[in-house]
């Protein structure tokens, strides 16, 4: 990989995280980009400052970061009872509290569901305004996605929750909800143009390699939580990864990128509905595409976040075979880096090495005898393979040992 000092830059990569945590919704897609795009026009309409509104809408993208499956999401965007909110809110803002560069959100998203009358001196007034607005849209949007009400009865119904919202705030979200242009800039193309749009604004804030790498560890534990049978996966896979990396001698910038591609390469699992991540037995054909698109999830989204080529393509092929008969791209040896060909090993091996509610982890022995045969078959890197095996113990542990 060319030696990048600046791998991307804060908005970039909140815009681009908010379309995974979308994912969950399935077939619903976008909440996350609504949200941050209706608060926005509210907060427009109240003549808040540039740097609050900026803080608004990265709050509002990443607002559902605690909510990894399906079956959360689909209770959170129904008619919500208030109380069953909080885990997400708090699951959310831990998450938030590990990432330096985004620490500062962490409180809005852990109150984005406290009611306005209960909200006391919980956060100083302008981060108390930004989390009732986030959970004022929010309501919006899944009022809209539940009974399709729209415009200023939205509103009116919100109102009679007395006590939930900032008068102030209902007052805006009125006016500007009277406006049919709000209800279609909420549709796409446009909603992600006027996104864009309000991002290059903004003067960007760089992340290094070191920063994403931060972020790719608390992302790669959000994937992990959307199942227990898959529990610390992305984590022992980005373990595995960078030890191979090291050991093939690469450049340390580029060991660090494989990490991140390893966090990250099952991020399109997120559109998995639970049901599906978690099915024993055959898939039916259906299924079977379903589970397929993920690794191309993964690529667009991570392509949204640093560009083509390097970590987009190290972690978007993690299910490509040197033989050509992998998916979903049928890409031959050629095209599949050495970076590519590690985190697909490292993944192979991490899961074997996994307790799995159908088995017992396999043995060292064992995994190696199994990527052996799938060396033969074209599947996997014979010399990435036998650098695995040589340094056997060591990548069990790593793939094993779990958040400690
Ligand atoms: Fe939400
Ligand atoms: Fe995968
Ligand atoms: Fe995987």
Request: charged content about 25%.
């Amino acid at each position: 990989m060319a030696r990048t000092r600046h791998l991307t830059d804060l908005d970039r990569l909140v815009l681009a995280l908010s379309d995974a945590f979308d994912l969950v919704g399935v077939d619903r897609l976008g909440h996350c980009r609504r949200v941050a795009a209706m608060a926005v026009a509210v907060a427009e309409e109240l003549c808040w400052h540039k740097a609050t509104i900026r803080m608004l809408m990265h709050a509002a993208l990443l607002h559902d970061c605690g909510v990894s499956t399906t079956g959360e999401h689909h209770d959170l965007m129904g008619d919500l009872s208030w109380n069953v909110a909080n885990e997400h809110s708090v699951r959310g803002a831990e998450c938030l509290k590990r990432i330096p560069e985004l620490a500062h959100l962490a409180a809005i998203v852990a109150e984005h569901h406290t009611p306005w009358g209960s909200m006391g001196d919980r956060l100083p007034e302008d981060e108390a305004l930004i989390a009732n607005l986030i959970h004022l849209v929010d309501r919006i949007d899944a009022k809209r996605n539940h009974c399709g009400v729209m415009g200023r009865n939205i509103v009116s119904i919100l109102t009679r929750h007395t006590g939930f919202f900032s008068p102030e705030l209902l007052a805006a979200a009125d006016q500007v909800t009277r406006c049919e242009a709000f209800w279609f800039f909420q549709e796409e193309p446009v909603l992600t143009e006027r996104l864009t749009s309000f991002i290059w604004r903004w003067k960007p804030i760089p992340l290094d390699l070191p920063a994403v790498l931060r972020v790719a560890e608390v992302v790669g534990a959000i994937i992990d939580r959307k199942s227990t049978y898959t529990e610390h996966h992305s984590l022992g896979v980005a373990r595995v990864a960078g030890l191979l990396a090291r050991w093939s001698d690469l450049a340390p910038d580029t060991c660090t990128g494989i990490e991140i591609a390893a966090y990250l390469h099952d991020i399109g699992k997120l559109r998995i509905p639970d049901q599906l991540l978690d099915k024993q037995g055959t898939l039916d054909p259906i299924e079977r595409m379903r589970m397929a698109r993920h690794a191309f999830d993964t690529r667009a989204i991570l392509t949204r976040a640093f560009g083509e080529g390097g970590i987009a393509d190290w972690a978007g092929f993690h299910h490509e075979c040197l033989s050509g008969n992998g998916y979903p791209f049928h890409l031959e040896a050629e095209f599949l880096s050495l970076e590519t060909r590690i985190v697909a090993v490292a993944d192979v091996f991490q899961a074997l090495a996994q307790q799995r509610p159908y088995r017992a982890p396999l043995t060292i022995a064992e995994i190696g005898a199994l990527m052996d045969g799938m060396v033969f078959a074209g599947r996997l890197d014979h010399d990435v393979v036998e650098l695995c095996k040589a340094h056997g113990e060591e990548c069990w542990t790593a793939a094993t040992q779990g958040d400690n």
